[in-house]
């Protein structure tokens, strides 16, 4: 975490590695909170999802030698800044954390960040009523920016519990398994999906079962993954992608079709996100499939890249779902979707 330039100061925090676990360099959590509920309001769901979160409990070390005398559990830094004032947390900050995508950084380059000359993580303590990542920011100040630190800096970063938060990268880009895992049954994923080779899930087939390259939970081994239903299967899910989704087809530069379906699904045990097995989950599905069109950047085999391009593909939208040829089916999304 910390080494003092041009000295052999360090300051370190770690826990042993839990047996017969992957994953054991990061945590899987996750903010939560009700719109509208107000500021003092409880996360509705616990920050920590699974076991091992929640049982973390890393020793703080000052040049080896233990500051919080062999750890304290991450869950109570965890429920006094996210759980217990949810409606508190900035947005902008939840939302840096789950942007940070190079958080792993320092765990491949360590002497980027062992000085405090990148942060690439969003640093957080167990500061309660909003003020987490105000608190992280200013002991990382006084870390990095004195000419030495101190016993009584190095104790307040192990009393606080300064920890980074990284983007969990493409675990649930869809948001589905979220809304599984508070218990939905019902379940609307609207998503943009890029049809110029031709029709595909964008990674919905990922969260069933056999889904290439993805590992499901064992018991026996702890594995986890991003499977989150055990029927249908991914192979199943593909193919009714291509032919069991209805469609309604644009004649336009940069929308194919728009597609929409809905899938019985069966839930598999997945402890990673808190689900539980056996839950029927209705899983409705409205795809706007485009083509020829990138978000702003060039890309071979694409014509356009201009970020003015959405204007006139918004247009397309519009203009297909106004035609009168598709009114009834537009009036069935309306009808079952979203009232």
Known sequence: MYMAPHSKTRLTYAAPKPPHRRHSDTL???FSVIVGAGESQQAP???CSTEWCSTYAPSYDLNGKSLNGGGVPFTDFYASAFEKSAGRVPVSSA???SSAFLGSLPLEVPELTEQGCASVAVWTTGAPNGKSFEEASKLREEMFHGRY???KTAAAVARSGLQPLIDGSANDITGIANAVAVGATEVLSVQDNDA???TNDEGV???????????AYFADSGAYGQIIFSEPNATFVKDWFKHGMHRIWANSTF???IASGTLRCVTAKNPFFGIEAGRVVHLHMLAVETQNITIGFPEQGYSYNSFYDYATLVD???RTMSAAKNKKTVQGWLRDFFL
């Open 196 to 198: 110029h080779n031709g």
């Open 205 to 215: 087939s990922a969260y069933f079962a056999d889904s290439e390259g993805v590992s």
């Open 316 to 318: 397309d939208i519009a």
């Open 28 to 30: 899987p959590a996750k």
């Open 255 to 257: 929308l194919r079709s």
């Open 149 to 151: 630190l101190s016993d």
């Open 95 to 97: 939302a840096a954390s």
């Open 45 to 47: 769901v616990p920050f």
